[in-house]
């Protein structure tokens, strides 16, 4: 992410952010990848705890081993897989003494999707952290699905240019979702 | 696509830019408008933090904090020197600290892989919140197939589990504190253990269990 992100996690390890910054910077991220995974009935608990336990564990977050982004991720994806046993721990208890199951438990998901929804969030995250055009570029040649023809003759951009965009952009995420998996 | 994007990286190989291609490649619309979480979040945040003997400010705040402790302890001791100073300014908690249990590893039953394992459980009352902090850990790195889990455990009166509640995935490297899940008392749920559980997408116990111990009161 960008130069801001990056103060804040080196503030965060030393001590001097406050965890509403922190919050502000990634509270979409981590509230987007419990939403996903989980749904909306448990995603902001466990937002909330992810940010918690972020706090209380501060001092073992360490810059040098990845970003504040892909540590809290890393929370995040525990807590989602904590939550879901603890739901699915909850629900058998209600079968076995006969209750209806609760509707507002959250579906189910396995280690492996939590993962993948968290790579997917990690870079719509990322893309979001990119200049505008290559943002753009990027959505319309991989969400919207269109060539790099297309796309020029949609913005009217040189086919150069565009490719030139794509590429740096591309690069970008990479270095980013890696960081994120560290 | 797929074409045009060979040549990324001016013909080095770029291994990953295809993972990147095949996450974006399944975004939505949806994906692309990340929203801030509803308020009521913060709020909660800030509620569980503020519960916190630490209280959600900067450090050279919370040093400010821990001086004047200190200072205040000296004057009222006459002398205590530092370190004992220090570590009763960080601990700050000991009155949250509802009940204790040293887990030990038994070599006849539990797996293995924990024999040289130990830590200390402490069952802290935050406000109303309870939770279990790990102190005192040796735990075994595991490979990635495995994963460490905190439960609580309701015995019946000759020691069999009655019921065993998940609590948390644990951090071999950063065991830390868990919340006591809503619904599970621990004067019923009073045995902490600590099991090796595979990847498997069994929620269930794995029956690999490394460390056990009764929690008792301070």
């Known amino acids: 992410m960008g130069d801001h992100t990056d103060a804040l996690g080196a503030a965060f390890a030393s001590g001097h952010a406050d965890l509403r910054a922190i919050y502000d910077a990634h509270g979409p991220l981590v509230y987007a990848i419990c939403r996903k995974a989980l749904g909306d009935d448990g995603a902001g608990e466990v937002t909330q705890d992810v940010f918690v336990s972020a706090w209380r564990a501060r001092d073992q977050f360490d810059p040098a081993r990845g970003t504040l982004a892909a540590w809290l991720v890393g929370i995040t994806k525990r807590r989602i897989i904590d939550h879901v046993r603890r739901e699915r721990r909850h629900s058998d208890r209600r079968a076995d003494i006969g209750e209806e199951p609760s509707t507002a438990t959250s579906r189910s998901v396995t280690e492996a999707e939590v993962d993948r929804v968290a790579d997917r969030m990690t870079i719509a995250h990322a893309l979001d952290s990119l200049p505008t055009r290559p943002r753009q570029m990027i959505g319309l040649a991989y969400v919207e699905g269109l060539t790099h023809q297309e796309i020029a003759e949609r913005t009217g951009i040189p086919l150069g240019t565009i490719k030139s965009d794509i590429r740096r952009g591309l690069l970008a995420l990479r270095e980013h979702i890696g960081g994120a998996r560290s | 696509m797929s074409d045009d994007i060979d040549d990324i990286g001016d013909g080095k190989v770029v291994p990953d830019v295809s993972d990147v291609e095949a996450l974006l490649r399944e975004l939505d619309a949806d994906d692309l408008r990340l929203a801030a979480p509803p308020e009521s979040v913060w709020t909660g945040i800030s509620e569980a933090i503020a519960a916190d003997p630490a209280p959600v400010v900067a450090l050279e705040s919370r040093r400010a904090h821990r001086r004047s402790w200190i200072l205040a302890a000296a004057a009222a001791v006459v002398l205590i020197v530092g370190v004992g100073v220090i570590a009763i300014a960080n601990r700050g908690d000991s009155d949250a600290v509802v009940s204790s249990a040293v887990l030990v590893h038994d070599p006849a039953t539990f797996d293995p892989l924990g024999a040289d394992a130990a830590a200390t459980a402490k069952l802290l009352d935050r406000d ?91």
């Open chain 2, 128 to 218: 109303g919140r309870l939770e279990i902090e790990l102190t005192d850990t040796t735990l075994p790195s595991l490979s990635g197939d495995d994963d460490l889990e905190l439960w609580l455990i309701e015995p019946d009166s000759a020691g069999n589990p009655v019921d065993i509640a998940p609590v948390a995935l644990i951090e071999a490297s950063d065991p830390g504190t868990y919340r006591v899940p809503d619904g599970i008392d621990p004067s019923s749920h009073f045995v902490v253990d600590i099991s090796i559980e595979p990847r498997d997408g069994d929620a269930a116990h794995s029956g690999r269990s490394i460390l056990r111990g009764a929690l008792e009161s301070e």
